[in-house]
């Protein structure tokens, strides 16, 4: 258990993405998995946009309701 608690906020797509997938080879890897996350989940998949450098804090709570928070 980890004393970190996660703050809903706007977070990079690769900085969002290194906290689910912390032992992933590169930013990258880890940005493809997360992304993946959200092509298979048809709700992610219709409210979380696809384009821009950032999720907004409203796509962030609607990530953690989904799969939970990172850590």
């Known amino acids: 258990m980890t004393d970190e608690t ?7 797509k690769s900085e969002l993405a ?3 997938f912390p032992n ?3 930013k990258r890897s ?3 998995k997360l992304q993946h996350w959200i092509i298979i989940n048809p709700r992610l998949s ?3 946009g696809s384009s ?3 999720f907004t ?5 609607l990530i953690v309701d989904e799969v ?4």
Do not use: C, D, W
Not at 68 to 71: A, D, R, Y
């Open 18 to 20: 290194m906290m689910y």
């Open 30 to 32: 880890a940005l493809r």
């Open 52 to 54: 821009g450098n950032y």
């Open 68 to 71: 939970g928070e990172p850590f």
């Open 6 to 12: 996660f703050t809903i906020r706007a977070y990079g």
């Open 24 to 26: 992933s080879s590169s």
């Open 57 to 61: 804090p409203k796509e962030v709570q």
């Open 46 to 48: 219709a409210l979380v």
